[in-house]
């Protein structure tokens, strides 16, 4: 019954910045973890940030270099991604991902894709140079 679904993706060139909006439904968010991941093509999917909405920890992947913030909406079933001076090297489909299991509190890190059971079907963002 849990359903995810982001939005907010463009083209943008380097430089520009970013929101992306992830939806969840049939989720409470009292206490799981909610993540960011994106997969460009050829490539593996990477976590970006991660929060655990128990209390609201944050975690941060390592590519994207302290340039990305996760955050989470007032109604507690939405999450945020403000990306900042981005690179043509950001150029991916991202996606939002949850779990009840917690995963990202337990070893305090975004974790991998095998983390976390659902996933929405992504959006895209393309950065120019």
């Known amino acids: 019954q849990i359903q995810l679904m982001e939005s907010g993706g463009g083209s943008v060139q380097a430089g520009g910045s970013l929101r992306l909006s992830c939806a969840a439904s049939?989720?409470?968010?009292?206490?799981?973890?909610m993540a960011w991941f994106r997969q460009a093509p050829g490539k593996e999917r990477e976590g970006l940030a991660a929060i655990y909405t128990g209390d609201g920890s944050t975690y941060s992947g390592d590519s994207v270099q302290g340039r990305f913030t996760i955050s989470q909406g007032n109604a507690k079933n939405t999450v945020y991604l403000q990306m900042n001076s981005l690179k043509p090297e950001d150029t991916a489909m991202y996606y939002c991902?949850?779990?009840?299991?917690?995963?990202?509190?337990?070893?305090?890190?975004?974790?991998?894709?095998?983390?976390?059971?659902?996933w929405g079907q992504g959006t895209q963002v393309t950065v120019s140079s």
């Open positions: 991902a949850t779990d009840l299991e917690v995963r990202c509190r337990i070893y305090y890190t975004v974790g991998r894709t095998t983390d976390y059971r659902y």
């Open positions: 049939g989720y409470s968010f009292a206490s799981g973890c």
